[in-house]
């Protein structure tokens, strides 16, 4: 597989589950970002890792926690999430501090009901 | 005020268009500028970045900045359907990057 890869596409989760979303980078990046995209909105940056170490975290809930295991991998671990938290997940990677622009993956529909 | 300004269309455009896709910012601290073209269902992918104002050509695309009035715009030559996306801006200074609300565009054919 090549560039960044997010599991799962789609996701529905009721206000009390526990879930987690996946990302995946095969670029050899030493960054890692979770954005939030909601309509008519601009992508929210929500967590940095660079190089493993999380380096920004926008204020968000502490009902998403972040967890970056290795430079490849990284995990948005979610519970008890709101409505309008219901949104669209997107990983990014990129090269710091020489890279030039982020690589997204396609995104995590979540919807939670 | 928005760090960044984008209209959100939509654009619709008939196919062999030029295309002019436009953002304002008010922060002077932006040093580079990047396009992205984002399709329904998929994550943005990079088009265009630039650092210096000026002219910035790849294929059909050219990124225009001018720093001085603080605005940028992405010119789409010879538009054809493919081209149908939501096209966002992005700016980062000394490491922030802060991003556009995206403009819907259509290209009819």
């Known amino acids: 597989e090549t560039g960044v890869t997010q599991t799962p596409r789609h996701l529905v989760m009721g206000m009390t589950n526990k879930k987690s979303l996946k990302c995946e980078q095969h670029?050899?990046?030493?960054?890692m970002y979770w954005y939030k995209q909601s309509a008519k909105k601009p992508l929210e940056l929500m967590f940095v890792?660079?190089?493993?170490?999380?380096?920004e975290n926008n204020s968000v809930p502490s009902r998403f926690s972040p967890e970056c295991p290795n430079s490849s991998h990284l995990f948005l671990h979610l519970h008890t999430l709101q409505p309008e938290d219901s949104a669209l997940y997107l990983c990014?990677?990129?090269?710091?501090?020489?890279?030039?622009?982020?690589?997204f993956g396609s995104g995590t529909r979540l919807t939670v009901v | 005020q928005k760090e960044v300004e984008q209209d959100p269309g939509p654009l619709s455009v008939p196919e062999g268009a030029i295309v002019s896709l436009n953002c304002t910012y008010s922060?002077?601290?932006?040093?580079?500028f990047m396009w992205y073209r984002q399709y329904s269902r998929k994550g943005p992918e990079l088009l265009m970045y630039?650092?210096?104002?000026g002219n910035k050509e790849d294929g059909r695309f050219t990124a225009q900045v001018d720093k001085s009035s603080k605005y940028i715009s992405l010119f789409i030559r010879d538009s054809q359907p493919s081209d149908s996306a939501t096209y966002l801006c992005?700016?980062?200074?000394?490491?922030?990057?802060?991003f556009g609300t995206g403009t819907k565009l259509q290209v009819i054919p």
């Open positions: 990014a990677s990129s090269q710091v501090p020489s890279g030039n622009g982020y690589t």
């Open positions: 670029l050899g990046h030493n960054a």
């Open positions: 890792y660079s190089l493993e170490e999380r380096v």
């Open positions: 922060n002077s601290a932006f040093q580079y």
């Open positions: 630039t650092y210096s104002s």
């Open positions: 992005a700016m980062k200074g000394y490491q922030k990057v802060t």
